[in-house]
C-alpha cells in the first residue's frame, strides 16, 4: 500500500510472517493486511483473543485482532500470505466511493429505465427503490427502499431508505433513513440524518 499506516501490516521474513503490527505511525513495510484470514488453530486465536481483553490490551484505544495475530506469533504460530492484487479499501468516503465504481465496472450493474427518469450506466437500482423525474448514474448504488425525486445523482452510494430530493449530488455518501433536500453538490450524511437546504 502508498499508505501503509493506513492498516494492519505485516513483516515477512522467506515468506513467513515475522510480526504484525496495527496502524502504526513509522510502518515497518508497506504490504497491508487486507483483513481475510484463514486459521487453522481456531482454539489458539479463542485463547489469544481473551488474553487481549483480559490483558486490556489496546491499539489506539481499541482492542484489534492484529494484536491477538501477535500474541498467536509469540506462541509459535506459523503464519504465511497470500498477495491480493487490486484489493480495494472502504475505509474512507473516497476510497468507499472508487470500490463502488469499480464493483459496477465489472457487474455492469442492474440499471434499467425507470418511466420519466434517465439511467446512465453502470448503476445498481434495487427493485423496491423510487426514482422519480430524475437522472442517475453512472456509478451510482441504489439500496432497497430509498427515493430518489428531481434529482441528479452520480457516483455516489445511497443506504437504505435513505431520501434525495431537488438535489444535484455526486461523490455523495447518503446513510440509512437519511433525508436530503436542497441543491448540495456533495454530502457523506450519517444514518437518520436530515439535511434540507431553504429556499
Known sequence: MDDPQRFGIVELKDGRVTSVVEKPDVPP??????GLYYIADSKLLFD???????RDIRTKGEFQLTDALKLMLERGADMGVYPVEGWHDCGLPETLLDTNRVLLERSGGNGKDRQGSIILSPVSIDPTAVIERSVIGPYVSVAAGATIRD???TDSILSAGAIVEMSLLSRSLIGEAAVVRGHFQKL??????EIEMGA
Open 29 to 34: 513495510s508497506n504490504l497491508a493486511i487486507v
Open 48 to 54: 489469544c483473543l481473551t488474553e487481549v481483553i483480559e
Open 151 to 153: 434529482s441528479v445523482v
Open 188 to 193: 457523506n450524511v450519517g444514518d437518520s440524518s
